[in-house]
């Protein structure tokens, strides 16, 4: 028996092995893949069911805890969330109304909020004086500076006027100091008129 006589009765050996265990292993294999594939997805989908049970657990805890404040369009949203909760299958609400609803009253917030700044800016500025004068106090609204006038400036080629201010108090030092300040600067949007 020569080498060529070995390697033909392995071919065939192995031939014949790939068709009979080899292959079947080989389906088995794939079977098997299937099977724990499918074990794999039960897990996966028991772990998400327990998940979505938690979910509505906590979706109906909660919807049932809500503070409506006694609004009756909460109250509303409030029976719906509980509703949608508590069947068999949970579902979201449209909340598009009750969104709505949150613009518009913050709208109406933002309007009287802005009302009011208008209000209180009009009364500044009525009691602001019409003409600045020597020895005027005045304070800024957010901080801690005031400045007292020592010189009223006059406007100088179409600029507006620079004004002669003593700091009584500033962020910066607290020695009284000197300085110069543009007309524009000292308005009652910022600055608060005190004394003459």
Do not use: C
Request: glycine share 6%; hydrophobic share 40%.
């Amino acid at each position: 028996m020569g080498l060529k006589t070995i390697q033909a009765q392995y071919d065939a050996d192995r031939k014949q092995f790939d068709q009979t265990i080899g292959a079947f292993v080989k389906q088995a294999k794939t079977i098997n893949e299937k099977l724990a594939s499918y074990k794999t997805k039960l897990d996966e989908i028991s772990k998400i069911s327990e998940q979505m049970a938690t979910n509505t657990w906590d979706a109906h805890k909660e919807a049932k805890a809500l503070n409506t404040h006694g609004i009756v369009q909460l109250d509303d949203v409030k029976k719906l969330l509980i509703m949608a909760a508590e069947n068999g299958m949970p579902h979201p609400i449209k909340l598009d109304e009750i969104l709505q609803l949150e613009k518009s009253i913050q709208d109406q917030i933002k309007k009287n909020l802005e009302a009011m700044i208008q209000a209180y800016t009009d009364k500044r500025t009525a009691a602001w004086p019409a003409k600045l004068e020597v020895g005027m106090t005045f304070k800024e609204m957010r901080g801690v500076g005031t400045v007292e006038v020592l010189a009223v400036g006059q406007p100088v080629n179409g600029k507006p006027p620079v004004h002669k201010v003593r700091w009584i108090k500033s962020y910066w030092t607290k020695e009284v100091y000197e300085s110069n300040m543009e007309a524009d600067r000292l308005t009652p949007k910022g600055w608060k008129y005190i004394k003459t």
